[in-house]
């Protein structure tokens, strides 16, 4: 007979909780049609640990109004980060619910909801980048993606947003979810321009696209290939692998995404980077010969060895190299520059011997020798300087050593010329 009452008793206690649970949700959602979110938070906070034991339709409608009281105080700014993920994750909750009970009654609102937060998310991350808050816009960026893992692209903006920030220990699991899910972000942009706003948009596909020609709000259409991000999202993940002191893995990353992605040339670029930057400067030649084979016109590459032939003294080969790059892209403002710096190397030696020399009618027949080679030094980098700045107007470097040749070689007029546009 004690049994019975003991079973009794439960039941009874089972049922004054769920109608208390009921009250709780009834007056949250009051609080909540009041303007008082936090007080609506604050309720249901209370009837946390009995939503547990309740009836699939209490839960969902739990869950639904958690999510709203959450979303409200979004909107009001409070926590916005913060509360928008809690609303989230309320809604996902909820739609987990009504999947396993086949009851639908909030999943389609809750949906819509959620949609919508992912919006904010990207929104206000865009503001935080703008307002160079990085490390929050790649927070709530990464939020976005586990919102909906389908869009990985929120995924790749929140690791390079972390990497603006310096923050690298928010950037490394991002960068290393992205090899594993091997993203590229390669695909095709649908582009036209706006008659309103004079904007260029992104259509989701050429059909859009065409169909809004059509109906003339937009004009000017065309389509853009969107390279492969692999190169760039391993070179990241190797850069602060290595700047971790872990070097191994930085180059075991490389290795791994080249075997799975051997006809991606951008990943034989990262390699290149990666060595170069550890001071490797024989691998990380060979590597860029390699990426020259598939790639013979790219003129970074061909730069860049001209810049570890500078760097190792070999002046020859990275003139050779410079020269190559502009045959390639004439509109390279940095070959030019570091053709001419290459090329002023040449002054200090003669500027050395013309201090030595004393005053007798030998030396001073030297130093006029000297002289003359060193105005031969300065004219042979009027081009390049000149054609530097021409592409360059605004690199201060530039215009102030075409200033000081002007000068050395007395040219008055193009000296007074220049300073006027500085």
Known sequence: MKSKYVILASALLISVATFAQKDQIKNAEKALKGGDAQGAVAILKDAENLVVNAKDVEQAQYYFVQGNAYLALADKKVEESKNLSLAAESYKKLIDVEKASGKLKYSTQAATSISDIKGKLINSAIADSQASKHADGAKKLYDAYLLDKKDTINLYYAASTAVNAQDFDLALPMYEELKKLNYSGKGTSYLAVNKISGNEDNFNSAKDRDLAVKLGTHEKPKTEAIPSKRGEIYKNLALILVQKGRSEDAKKAIADARKANPDDSSLILSEANLYLESKDYDTYKKLVGEALEKDPKNADLVFN????????????????????????????????????????????????????LGTSAKDMKRYDVLKGQRENVFKGVIPYLKKANELDPKNEDVSKTLLGVYKALEMTAEAKALKATM
């Open 305 to 356: 060895l001209g810049v570890i032939s500078a760097n190792a003294k070999n002046n020859a080969d990275a003139e050779k190299y410079y020269l190559k790059a502009i045959e390639i892209n004439p509109n390279y403002a940095n070959a030019y520059l570091n053709l001419a710096a290459l090329k002023l190397e040449a002054e200090k030696p003669i500027i050395d011997e013309m201090n030595k």
